[in-house]
């Protein structure tokens, strides 16, 4: 949290501390006082007042103005230059006193006035401190009170905001109305859920970046004039509210953005609830219909609900996130890619997502691709297009056949797409071992010729198969000569036998050749 200063619990009160020393030379009752050390600290908070009779320290407090007696400092043997010191560290707002007794501090004590930015107020001769202490009480609570009607209406305008549905955008433009300039609502990732100024978007994030990446819940501030508000809820802090005050009420500015973190927490804690409440509808709604418990009539009248319509095209997407650390990017991602998605955790490592499909199919896969490489280990099975909500089992018997064969064959692609022709589909039920074992066999004369030709017969094996047997075609697509390619024809049949006219022989290599190459990153 370099830069950030943490803000103590007394320097961040829960009521404003408008008043300042300076403000004590303007009072009538101390009209010609004079500022006769430690001017630098003229703008110290003032919310209290008290007087010394005795020259100690013990009952000092922060933020306070200390009326000194004149016989509080008789005592010959009295360190007063420790004590003005003491007082600073106590955080006294200042020391008001006839100039014969400031005097008696002596050049160390108006030297430690000074070190230490603490006023000594000279009060004008012939100041009675009873008097005084009636006049600035008067003023204290008189200010006091003026702040409090302030920042209570500050904290009504915000509820008002909370309560009248409002989102976090209106209570982030209602915060930089108070403050007067620009305030930021961030998550605990640090992305900006609203701000009342877009252009400071930028500057709000990296004022905050450093007091998120802490564990710190204490309120803070930084150098370039940004306050730093914990959101917090149940213990576990939800993010911060990063406000930069124009300087003017900053006690009511301070106040009202500690209650504005505390709304934001209620509001962010009910988004949260009815995202939960709205994935459990979901979530139910697609365990329902991919069980076949739903009629079509009941499965519309349940997506309309939900907000989908039931006449909308789409493809299923079933996903397994078991090499995923953190199941839920799932969602996001698939969420962050397509918004209209209907997406539910199916099970524990599974994912289902209903697609629109008005992007096209070439849209569509793209997306998916797009989607799998994003995720480390999963694994995505899609179906066929569905025109019907209530065929989605359909689309998920699809969706499971695509994905069962994209783990059994899916080395070289991370995702397949339901292919009713492919035999793929039955091959994927069968152990992954004995398929290899199928293509072994079926290969082995071929395997065990020398490495340099048993490349160039494999290739001019797969290109006749693909070629429908068509050795013209597959000597123009090999580049190679005619008589070359009828060469090979050749030592292929000596190698396997006459799979040129035996249509048995010829679809257990060209099954052999599919195995072996869906399978080979396996081995």
């Excluded at 701000?195 to 970046?209: G, L, P, T, V």
């Excluded at 997502?353 to 099975?381: H, I, K, M, Y």
């Excluded at 082995?444 to 198969?465: F, G, K, M, N, Y």
């Excluded at 048995?504 to 072996?516: P, Q, S, V």
């Amino acid at each position: 949290m370099d830069g950030l200063r943490q803000l103590e619990p007394a320097a961040a009160p829960t009521l404003p501390r408008r008043l300042r020393v300076s403000d004590v030379l303007a009072f009538p009752a101390l009209e010609g006082a004079t500022v006769y050390a430690g001017a630098n600290g003229l703008e110290r908070p003032l919310v209290r007042l008290n007087v010394m009779q005795v020259p100690t320290a013990r009952f000092a407090r922060r933020n306070e103005l200390i009326l000194i007696a004149t016989s509080a400092f008789d005592e010959p043997q009295l360190d007063l230059a420790a004590l003005v010191a003491e007082l600073a560290g106590h955080g006294v707002a200042a020391l008001a006193a006839h100039t014969s007794t400031l005097e008696r501090l002596g050049e160390a004590g108006r030297a430690a006035a000074e070190e230490h930015a603490l006023p000594l107020i000279a009060l004008p001769a012939g100041a009675r401190l009873s008097t005084l202490l009636t006049a600035v009480l008067e003023t204290l609570v008189a200010s006091q009170a003026a702040h409090l009607r302030m920042v209570a209406a500050a904290r009504d305008r915000l509820v008002d905001v909370l309560l009248s549905g409002g989102d976090l955008q209106r209570l982030a433009a209602a915060l930089g109305d108070i403050v007067g300039d620009c305030v930021a609502i961030l998550d605990e990732g640090g992305a900006v859920l609203a701000i009342s100024a877009e252009e400071d978007q930028a500057e709000a994030a990296e004022a905050a970046r450093a007091w998120l990446e802490g564990d710190t819940i204490a309120p803070a501030e930084t150098g370039s004039g940004w306050l730093l508000w914990p959101i917090v809820a149940g213990g576990a802090r939800l993010g911060c509210v990063a406000a930069r005050p124009s300087g003017a009420g900053e006690g009511v500015a301070l106040a009202a953005v500690q209650n504005g973190a505390r709304t934001a927490a209620f509001a962010i804690m009910h988004e949260l609830e009815e995202a939960a409440a709205v994935s459990r509808l979901n979530e139910r709604f697609v365990r329902d219909l991919l069980v076949g418990h739903l009629s079509a009539e009941v499965a519309h009248e349940r997506a309309r609900a939900l907000g989908w319509d039931p006449a909308t095209p789409y493809r299923l997407l079933l996903l397994r996130d078991g090499g995923v650390e953190d199941g839920a990017d799932v969602g996001e991602a698939v969420r962050g890619r397509a918004p209209d998605a209907l997406v539910v955790r199916h099970d524990d490592d599974r994912w289902v997502a209903l697609l629109p499909t008005a992007g096209g199919e070439e849209a569509e896969e793209a997306l998916v691709a797009d989607l799998v490489d994003s995720l480390d280990g999963v694994r995505a099975g899609v179906s066929a297009q569905c025109e019907e909500i209530a065929a989605a089992p359909f689309a998920y018997g699809q969706a499971r056949e695509a994905l069962r064969s994209c783990e059994t064959f899916g080395f070289r692609t991370a995702w397949r797409a339901f292919a009713p022709q492919s035999p793929l589909r039955m091959l994927a039920h069968v152990p992954p071992a004995e398929l290899a074992a199928f293509a072994d066999d079926t290969l082995a004369p071929l395997d065990a010729v020398e490495p340099e030709q048993r490349q160039i017969l494999t290739e001019t094996l797969a290109l006749l198969v693909d070629t429908g047997l068509n050795v013209a075609d597959t000597a123009r697509r090999g580049g190679w000569h005619y008589n070359t390619v009828r060469y090979r024809v050749g030592r292929l049949t000596d190698l396997l036998g006459p799979f040129m006219e035996d249509g048995e022989r010829l679809d257990a290599l060209m099954l052999a050749l599919l195995l072996r190459r869906e399978l080979s990153a396996a081995g």
